[in-house]
C-alpha cells in the first residue's frame, strides 16, 4: 500500500504570526516561508520561541516498576519488590523534522499577537497548504512526509494510559510541557505543519517558495 504523503489532523483554519510585515507580506503574496528543524528551536536567540526540550518526548505511563529496599535486618540486603506505578518512557526524533509552527482558533489573538509577532495571517486552508509544501518538496526531489499535527502540552506529566509504539513516535515533535520556568505553553494552543525528511539532512530550515499568491490566505491583525 502506497503511503500518503499528506497525512493526520488538520484544523478548518489556523494563524501564522510574524514580527514584521514584510513577512507576512511574502508568505500572503508570494507563498514564501520557512520550515524550521526541531533541533534548531533548541537554541534559537528568541526566548519566547526558544524550548530546550524540543525533539525529545517524555511521559510517565502506568506500569509494573521494581522496587529496591534496604532491609537493616539482613546486613543492609536489597529487597527487590514489583508494584504498579509510572514508567519513565523517553524518546527522540530520528529522521529529521522541520516544523511550520502555527496557532488553533482557540489561541487568543492577543496572546499570539504579544508573545509571537503582531501581524498575523489567518491560514483559511491548512491541508491544501500541506499539500502545496508537499508538491514544491516532490519538485525539489526530496523524500518528504506531511503531518498536520496538534501539539500536545503533557510533557513529563502521568498518563492514565500506555500509549503505542506510533503515539510515543509522534511525541518527539509534538509534544511540549503545559508550562515552564514562567512561560504557559498550553495558552498557544500550537498546531504544526510537520516536514519528516527521510533523506540525512541537516539543515536548520527549509526555505519554500511557491511563487504565487495564496488566497486562502489573509492579514487579520494589524487590520
Known sequence: MKMKE????FPSLCYKAY??????????????FRLGSVSSYTTIP???RRDATEGHAFTREPGIITIGLVSPSRDDQTIWTQEAGYRECHGETTNPVFCFCTFLPQASLNHISDNYGRYIVKIGEPRKLAEEIRCYLRGKARNCLI???????NKGQELDHRLTVNERADLDYTQKPFKEDGREYHKDHEFRFVVIDFESNQ??????NLN?????LSLVRPK
Open 46 to 48: 528568541d526566548p519566547k
Open 6 to 9: 499528506v497525512c493526520g489532523y
Open 147 to 153: 503531518r498536520g499535527c496538534e501539539v500536545v502540552y
Open 212 to 216: 504565487k499568491r495564496l488566497d486562502y
Open 19 to 32: 514580527p514584521c510585515k514584510m513577512c507576512a507580506d511574502q508568505f500572503i503574496e508570494a507563498g514564501c
Open 203 to 208: 539543515d536548520p530550515f527549509i526555505e519554500v
